[in-house]
């Protein structure tokens, strides 16, 4: 019984750092998503000289919100895990 309850925080803080890594990498892959796409647009700017710059600088910055509006949503459902996870721990030692 004793060796239980020590493996239980141990496997809670493993997967909290896992949850950490995966959310680092997750985040990472978003940024480089969005500046090929900004690069993409840029580009496209260059190759259209008689328009306007106004409509795809509007289309980078609204762009730019939607990282890390999914990674708080990321964020959140991670932290949900976790604490299904100390809720499960806490009543197995109930």
Request: with cysteine; net charge positive; glycine share 2%.
């Amino acid at each position: 019984e004793q060796r239980r309850t020590t493996k239980q925080p141990e496997y809670i803080a493993l997967l909290s750092q896992k949850m950490d890594a995966g959310l680092q990498s997750w985040q990472l892959r978003q940024q480089e998503k969005l500046q090929e796409e900004e690069r993409r647009q840029k580009k496209a700017l260059k190759t259209q000289r008689g328009s306007t710059a106004e409509p795809t600088t509007k289309s980078i910055s609204s762009n730019s919100c939607l990282p890390s509006s999914a990674s708080l949503w990321f964020s959140f459902l991670l932290l949900l895990l976790l604490l299904l996870n100390v809720c499960l721990f806490l009543r197995e030692k109930a």
